[in-house]
């Protein structure tokens, strides 16, 4: 049967377009900043510090402003990747996007949950039980969350695509602004689940004028649109509204609109732009493979640099979190590259052995949409 699409998801696939580096940028930065954000709360901040000077809790409130950014955009982007599989009928959209990480969230969580197990000193939720995994496996999503979400997201979109893109945008936002309000209880990282829906299908369903926003991107937006997105921590924070319904929302909608701006600005300076486009085509080993080294990597670093003595302490606070995420970045690729050497590439990949090829019949319709498009 050929696949119908909305108005929408139509218009965003008639041009075709090239792999967006100012995409690939925003992604890049959006796991540096998914690990660095790791390494400050997991480790940094479990440091013994005595140096009287509250250097660790500036690195933790930096960490903070970032909240309404990293998520929100990283799901914005992986949504306007989303569009050409979105098309495609529900066979290949549930094996190619919605099995495949169904089936890396499950592979990694029991790998991290091994590796963890080994490392109890490291402050980040894990399963210590059968039920326990069964909750992370179901309804309880661990710290490998986006990769759950990505798979519930896509079913959710597909099944959705019929309706009027307002009243899903809307239904979505509505789930963001009530969680966000602490109205609806989210063990583990379930709040995250709820909240960064809305993101994800914005960028399925507003995927045209996200991209003419990127193409249009100028030095003078990216400092209203830092000014918008300063102003509104600043104010959210001022009046205690972080937990007013959709305020969050509002703040993660305007951060969204700086990211892909500075992403767009960043992607035209060859260096800097280059690599992070480059860590953003990466994102998946990273993501799965920085929480275990990180936790290992505590394990040897938290007594060396507790007992260090106030010139160490005051370097290692000053530097200490960029350094260590740019090591666990680096070592995650090194990792990723050894493990693809060594044929674990399922580790990453659906297994080729799930594809059950079937002969096309002479009147079956085409399926496989001839639109170019971007991978999650």
């Known amino acids: 049967m050929r696949t119908e699409l909305t108005p929408s998801l139509a218009k965003s696939l008639q041009e075709p377009r090239p792999r967006a580096l ?5 992604k890049g930065a959006c796991i540096v900043l998914v690990v660095l954000w790791h390494v400050v709360m997991k480790d940094y901040l479990q440091v013994d510090w005595h140096i009287g000077i509250p250097l660790p809790g500036a690195w933790g409130t930096l960490g903070e ?75 309880t999503p661990s710290n490998l969350w986006y990769l759950y979400a990505l798979a519930v997201y896509f079913v959710i979109a597909k099944a959705l695509h019929r ?22 209880a989210t063990p583990g990282d379930r709040g995250g689940l709820y909240q960064n829906l809305v993101f994800f299908l914005a960028g399925v369903h507003l995927r045209p004028h996200i991209e003419r926003w ?86 040897l670093l938290h007594d060396p640099i507790s007992n260090l003595g106030f010139t160490g302490q005051l370097v290692s606070a000053l530097v200490y979190p960029a350094v260590l995420s740019a090591v666990v970045i680096a070592l995650c690729l090194l990792i990723h590259r050894g493990l693809r050497a060594l044929g674990a590439s399922w580790l990453f990949e659906l297994p080729e052995w799930t594809t059950r090829r079937t002969p096309p019949t002479p009147a079956a319709e085409p399926t496989r949409s001839t639109a170019p498009g971007v991978r999650v």
Do not use: C, E, N
């Open 22 to 26: 100012w995409a690939d940028t925003a």
């Open 65 to 139: 402003q970032l909240l309404p950014l990293r998520m929100p955009l990283f799901f914005t982007i992986s949504g306007v990747f989303a569009t050409t599989a979105l098309a495609r009928p529900w066979r290949q959209t549930a094996r190619s996007r919605i099995a495949k990480f169904l089936y890396l969230y499950t592979a990694w969580l029991l790998i991290h949950t091994a590796i963890l197990s080994a490392t109890p000193g490291f402050a980040t939720a894990r399963a210590d039980s059968a039920l326990a995994l069964l909750a992370q496996l179901t309804v």
């Open 163 to 184: 309706l009027p893109r307002a009243a899903v945008l809307t239904a979505a936002a509505t789930l963001s602004a009530i969680t966000a309000a602490g109205l609806l």
């Open 214 to 299: 990127a193409d249009s991107a100028t030095t003078r937006r990216l400092t209203g649109s830092f000014l918008a997105y300063a102003g509104a921590l600043i104010a959210m924070a001022a009046a205690g509204a972080q937990r007013w319904p959709g305020v969050w929302l509002a703040v993660g909608l305007i951060a969204v609109a700086f990211g892909i701006t500075a992403a767009a600005r960043l992607a035209r300076l060859p260096a800097l732009g280059g690599l992070l486009a480059a860590l953003g085509r990466r994102t998946l080993p990273i993501y799965v493979i920085h929480m275990p080294v990180l936790a290992l990597l505590h394990l």
